[in-house]
């Protein structure tokens, strides 16, 4: 099986632009997170999404917000872009077995925001 | 505030050795994830404790729900075992919290 895919790896953007990143999650996973990661404050949740629906939410602002679509393919887009927000974007799809979840992250996306 | 903790930062082990990596968190939790990330940035999930302790291979985790607290062990370390360690915590309001990380570095 493919791994866990995002799109795209690497991007640059100025501050006040916006941003969409994609994930694409293993097949038959249901359950796609992100995550953001900064060396001054580590890893961080953003969102979780079930089955097209936002399931758990991290502490961000409403600039970062994301959808998943019936095929369980995950965006996360960020709006006005500010300089914090340069960051590696990872995203992990979730395989549940049981009460038991293993998560399986992808590349990451890495933003630079000048 | 830090609702995950984790001690050490950094590790040096000689290859062989046995190595132990503590989480302390502060929240109530319904599970634990240890968590491994390489030095080009990819993450592997090792484990997901809510209770007990759990074994793969040369890698155990043990949690103690009283205490708050949770051990990754590695035994007899080899030099590919060389990462930043994560504990990561689900509270029981869904909130993901991360701790800082242990470096590792197992030298031949």
């Not at chain 1, 991290?58 to 994301?66: D, I, K, M, V």
């Amino acid at each position: 099986k493919a791994g866990v895919t995002q799109t795209p790896r690497y991007l640059i953007k100025t501050r006040g632009q916006q941003v969409t990143l994609s994930c694409s999650p293993i097949s038959g996973h249901r359950s796609v997170s992100w995550y953001q990661q900064t060396p001054g404050q580590g890893l961080q949740f953003l969102f979780e999404y079930f089955s097209e629906t936002q399931r758990n939410k991290g502490n961000f602002p409403g600039r970062f917000s994301g959808r998943q679509f019936s095929n369980s393919r995950s965006e996360m887009n960020v709006s006005t872009l500010e300089l914090g927000d340069s960051a590696l974007y990872l995203c992990a799809s979730s395989l549940w077995q049981g009460s038991e979840e293993t998560q399986y992250f992808g590349p990451g996306t890495r933003l630079l925001v000048l | 505030k830090n609702e995950v903790e984790q001690s050490p930062q950094n590790l040096t082990a000689q290859e062989g050795e046995f190595i132990t990596i503590n989480c302390s968190y502060s929240v109530g939790i319904s599970a634990l994830h240890w968590l491994q990330q390489h030095p080009g940035g990819g993450i592997v999930s090792l484990f997901m404790l809510s209770s007990g302790k759990k074994k793969h291979g040369r890698l155990i985790a043990t949690i103690n729900i009283q205490e708050k607290h949770s051990s990754l062990h590695i035994t007899a370390s080899h030099p590919r075992d060389s990462a930043v360690y994560i504990c990561a915590v689900w509270d029981t309001g869904n909130q993901f919290y991360f701790g800082t990380g242990t470096s590792l570095t197992v030298i031949p």
